[in-house]
Structure formats: structure tokens, C-alpha cells
């Protein structure tokens, strides 16, 4: 998986974008999916790290 990979969470189809990071938990841009805490949560429902999957290329 490339770091540029985007993950979408399956609770509330938030997408995680590397290229934005996750301003409210201090993640900064160009910080890979693969390089989150373990313990990173969905930024809108908290759901878990591990309900994330990639997104889909278009």
C-alpha cells in the first residue's frame, strides 16, 4: 500500500487522507494510514483504526 493511500472508514464513510492528516488528533499532513497510532480513531464516529479500508482508486 502506497503512503499515499486514502482509508475509508466503514461506519461513516469518512475518508482518511494522508495528504490532510487529522487536525483535531494532532496527525500531520503526510503522516500514511500505516503510520497512525494503533490507538487513532474515525475523527467523526471513533470508530477503530482496524474498521478502516482502502479506498478504491478511481
Not at 12 to 21: L, M, N, Q, R, S
Not at 31 to 57: D, V, Y
Request: aromatic share 12%; net charge negative; glycine share 6%.
Amino acid at each position: 500500500m502506497s503512503d499515499t493511500a486514502r482509508f475509508e472508514c466503514r461506519v461513516c464513510w469518512y475518508v482518511y487522507d494522508p495528504e490532510e492528516g487529522d487536525e483535531q488528533a494532532q496527525i500531520q499532513p503526510g503522516t500514511a494510514f500505516s503510520e497512525l497510532p494503533e490507538n487513532w480513531c474515525c475523527p467523526r464516529c471513533e470508530g477503530m483504526k482496524s474498521g478502516f479500508l482502502p479506498c478504491s482508486e478511481e
